[in-house]
């Protein structure tokens, strides 16, 4: 059993757009990973959210939002507090030295995982694996 995992942006993305309700996405993730908890950092809520304003039409704004209020009554949210961060802002700076720059909301949310001591599970293993320390799950459907 691992600890935790937070949900990133991308695996939320491709189960609603695999038609995959929220329940059966939770249930192939606790099989395949074991979690002790599964959790959605409110920077993905951000991101889900902004995506459901640009739907293209009106039945997929609505698709959209049916999945993601499905998902939201079945996990944690947790806010971006201020021990994130001060995780944050060591990782980030300390990648950038190096030359790497990792975009904001995949550090937020890397750095939320961290903070609760949990992985990631994402589609995105290239700006996550830059994360030193965060155990990396790669989602694929």
């Keep these: 059993m691992i600890p935790g995992l937070v949900l990133e942006t991308s695996v939320i993305i491709a189960a609603e757009r695999a038609a995959l309700p929220a329940s059966q996405l ?6 395949e990973y074991n979690p002790g908890a599964v959790i959605v950092s409110a920077v993905s809520v951000m991101e ?3 995506a459901v304003y640009r739907a293209p039409t ?10 993601l209020h499905g998902l939201y009554g079945l996990v944690s949210i947790e806010a971006f507090r201020h ?6 802002a060591r990782v980030g700076a300390t990648e950038q030295m190096r030359g790497y720059t990792i975009p904001l909301a ?7 995982a961290l903070q609760f001591g949990y992985g990631v599970l994402t589609c995105n293993v290239k700006d996550f694996s830059r994360i030193p320390g ?8």
């Design 58 to 67: 009106a039945e997929r704004r609505v698709r959209r939002q049916d999945f």
């Design 106 to 112: 995949d550090l937020l949310i890397g750095c939320t």
């Design 134 to 141: 965060l155990a990396v799950h790669v989602f694929a459907l």
């Design 26 to 31: 939770l249930e192939r993730v606790k099989q």
């Design 48 to 50: 889900l959210e902004h």
């Design 83 to 88: 021990e994130t961060a001060l995780i944050a």
